[in-house]
């Protein structure tokens, strides 16, 4: 039941990107940015993602915390996971639409700088974890990093507006003149990367089970 | 009336087959991170299984004490 649900959920994700790309495609080109602007429907879509994958870590390292239950722990830890390949998605993309724009790839203002420093404390992570042996030990200095790394995360969403950036306000939600149309091209692709999102954190999930028989099986072994 | 010069459209034909080149790079790229993470999720899953089922081997072949 849980295979077909992950399964329909997949393919459900598939479907309706594979529809955004076609409906995209039929979009006019952006007035002053020409073909490159349509890459914000999934540079953004994508960031949105990795930042409710950064909150879904929060919820799941304080909740390790209180109850000590490794269920929390390995949610943070999956959802993490996926949420540092969104973040490095969004990376890519913001940087080659920087590079027809702006004419440069990089640049270290507030929302670019702190978008890294978000990919790279969570890439951090999970460096901790498997520097760490002892599971209780993992866990809880993980759930503590994981808690000090959404720090960042504020500071990646308002940086725009707290300082003044490269990076443009914000065209979706934030006073931008978009047709109706492309608002929901991009609502849809944000809930195709929701939808896929959850596919692939259940399926690290499953990962950290089989990771969990394997630590208890290796007991098993060593009491002989 | 403004008159567009051979040269402005070429240069605009340029501008907007650039526009699209990097607009490919992008999508790509980005697809790239995440089919390669899902490889990555399946490559480890194997691995997983493939530990389980020696370990359970391990333990079944053991005479008990």
């Keep these: 039941m849980r295979d077909k649900l992950l399964f329909v ?8 990107l594979a529809r955004n790309i076609l409906v995209i495609a039929g979009f006019p080109n952006e007035a002053n940015q020409g073909a490159i602007f349509k890459i914000i429907f999934f540079h953004v879509p994508v960031a949105m993602a990795a930042m409710g994958c950064a909150a879904a870590a929060l919820v799941g390292s304080v909740m390790f915390l209180l109850t000590r239950n490794f269920k929390y722990d390995a949610l943070a830890v999956s959802v993490t996971e996926v949420g540092l390949a969104f973040l ?28 890294l420093v978000c990919w790279l404390l969570y890439a951090g992570y999970l460096m901790l974890r498997h520097a760490i042996e002892e599971p209780t030990q993992r866990a809880t200095f993980a759930a503590v990093f994981s808690i000090f790394a959404f720090i960042d995360v504020p500071i ?58 394997i630590d208890s099986l290796r007991r098993t072994a060593h009491a002989f | 009336m403004l008159q567009l010069s051979p040269d402005d459209i070429a240069r605009e ?53």
């Design chain 1, 88 to 115: 490095a998605a969004n990376l890519v993309t913001g940087s080659i639409w920087g590079r027809v724009i702006w004419g440069i790839w990089w640049t270290w203002d507030a929302r670019l700088t702190s978008a």
């Design chain 1, 9 to 16: 959920l997949g393919a459900a994700a598939m479907v309706l």
């Design chain 1, 156 to 213: 990646v969403i308002f940086s725009i507006k707290w300082w003044r950036t490269q990076h443009p306000q914000p065209v979706f939600w934030g006073g931008g003149s978009i047709p109706g149309d492309w608002y929901l091209a991009a609502v849809l692709n944000l809930l195709a990367m929701v939808l896929l999102g959850i596919v692939l954190t259940v399926a690290r999930l499953r990962q950290e089970e089989a990771q969990r028989e």
């Design chain 2, 13 to 65: 034909a340029q501008r907007l087959q650039h526009n699209y080149e990097f607009l490919s790079y992008g999508l790509t790229a980005a697809w790239l991170i995440l089919v390669a993470y899902v490889l990555m999720l399946v490559s480890r899953h194997r691995k997983l299984q493939e530990e389980i089922a020696s370990l359970r081997a391990m333990i079944e072949d053991r005479p008990a004490r």
